[in-house]
């Protein structure tokens, strides 16, 4: 008699079952969460899956969330044989309905989408010819090529203010719509005094694909740059590209007193202490105390003994410190203000599926209360400087507009988009005020 023998499934078997599940798991959650913080989370009660499949699993997964949309509307188009209205199609789209597509051709369009040939069978060949022949259609139609590289056609109005406030032409426009489907490098901040180029060479040196460009530190393919002897030794911190500009704006100098209200958990405290290099000090303040302790623990490795950390909820004016009242005010004053983050989409593509008009709306408000509480510890010839990592002009430009018509003591020195489409970055926006009275 023949013994039958259990056989364990295929690795690769394996993989594509933990990725399906957790894709349907995700797509079907009442409550959009954060996706990289919920598959970490999912990923602690998976055993099974080694390092390198926990890898591969999120880079698909990554592409699911960016290009569900997209796989959405042209495996919908392709069935009723028409491409269908984007901006009607759009208005009654949920993410929840990617959950009908077959599984088979949903992953066949994300590989489509985001520039790879399939290997096609015959009747994903229709798909391939079909989509193929609706290139120049895609390319020259705005609502269409913002809905192929993952932008909803809804948000096209206020995109095209941006546009408009920022001069960029229609070619520029449909760059940074593009753009958003594009992963980002990894930025790097030496700190004052490394010598950035033979940091450069040291990282090359262990094939990881560091690029060094006008100065600029960045590195490519995913490899973890925090378990580098180099982070170890405190030589750099990971930080894109836009952030370090809005420090650089905030212009501090040794023996300033800074005050940075919404520092979380410090990214940007750390490179503004750096550049103080224990002289003079910042003050941390944030809504949540959680934020503050790894603020407090960064500060600490990182031998920075001039912050200093409190709770602020920005419905008030600061109790200003003794030495700061001294000097009737702080040098600098940061708000780097909580906002809708729509800047970040291309690392966190996600939260554009969270992203509402209620969302600005309650954003605009907390952003004007924070302003309105922060401007009064400025000193006089002091800089308040706004930031967002947000491209909308409402949370933005029209913000500073709404501070400058309020508080007359106050001139803007100036204002500015970073990244967009001319930078591989988030894209953030920097607005630097100066105390005159
Ligand atoms: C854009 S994030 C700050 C990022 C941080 N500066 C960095 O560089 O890593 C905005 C911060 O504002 C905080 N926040 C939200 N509402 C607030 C409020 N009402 N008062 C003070 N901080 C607030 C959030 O907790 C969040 O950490």
């Known amino acids: 008699m023949k013994r039958r023998c259990k056989k364990s499934p295929h690795p690769q078997l394996i993989v594509t079952m933990a990725r399906k599940s957790l894709w349907s798991k995700w797509i079907e959650l009442d409550e959009l969460k954060p996706f990289d913080r919920w598959l970490k ?40 044989g028409e491409l269908l209205d984007p901006i009607a199609w759009d208005r009654n789209w ?11 051709e949903f992953w066949f369009w994300l590989t489509l989408l985001q520039g790879e040939e399939p290997s096609v069978t015959n009747g994903e060949n229709k798909r391939l010819q079909w989509f193929k022949s609706l290139l120049g259609k895609i390319n020259s139609q705005l609502e269409l090529l913002a809905l192929r590289y993952g932008v909803r056609p809804s948000w096209l109005p206020i995109l095209t203010q941006r546009a408009i406030a920022s001069s960029w032409s229609d070619e520029e426009l449909k760059s940074f719509i593009k753009n958003q489907a594009m992963s980002l490098p990894i930025y790097l901040r030496p700190l004052v005094g490394v010598d950035s180029e033979q940091l450069f060479k040291e990282l ?17 393919g995913g490899a973890d740059v925090t378990r580098t002897s180099q982070f170890a030794l405190g030589q750099f911190e990971v930080q894109d590209l836009a952030s370090q500009q809005i420090v650089q704006a905030v212009d501090v100098r040794a023996g300033m007193k800074v ?29 949540h105390s959680y934020k503050l302790d790894e603020l407090k623990k960064r500060a600490k490795r990182a031998g920075y003994f001039n912050i200093r950390t ?13 030495d700061v009242k001294r000097q009737n005010g702080f040098d600098r004053v940061l708000v780097d203000a909580p906002c809708t983050s729509a ?6 593509p996600d939260a554009k599926w969270r992203f509402s008009q209620a969302d600005t709306e309650e954003q605009i408000a907390i952003q004007q209360t924070i302003l309105a509480n922060a ?3 400025v000193r006089k010839n002091g800089k308040l400087v706004y930031a967002t990592c947000s491209w909308q002009l409402a949370e933005n430009e029209a913000q500073v507009s709404w501070f400058l018509d309020k508080f007359k003591n106050f001139q803007l020195d100036f204002q500015k988009t970073l990244g967009g489409f001319e930078q591989e ?3 953030m926006f920097v607005a630097v005020l100066t105390r005159t009275a």
């Open 375 to 377: 401007q009064a510890s």
């Open 425 to 427: 970055s988030d894209t």
């Open 343 to 348: 800047g970040t989409w291309r690392r966190n």
């Open 41 to 80: 989370a999912q990923f602690k009660h998976s055993g099974n899956l080694a390092r390198q499949d926990k890898l591969a699993i999120s880079r698909e997964l990554f592409v699911a969330v960016k290009f569900v949309q997209a796989a959405d509307y042209f495996e919908a188009s392709f069935s009723q």
């Open 259 to 287: 005050w940075d209200c919404c520092a979380g958990a410090g990214g940007k405290t750390m490179a503004l202490a750096d550049h103080l290099q224990n002289k003079g000090s910042v003050t941390a303040t944030d809504l």
């Open 94 to 104: 949920h993410l929840s309905n990617a959950q009908y597509i077959q599984s088979k």
């Open 310 to 322: 409190f709770t602020w909820d920005g419905k008030q004016a600061l109790n200003l410190p003794n």
């Open 204 to 220: 090359k040196s262990q094939d990881i694909k560091a690029d060094y460009n006008h100065g600029v530190l960045s590195v490519n």
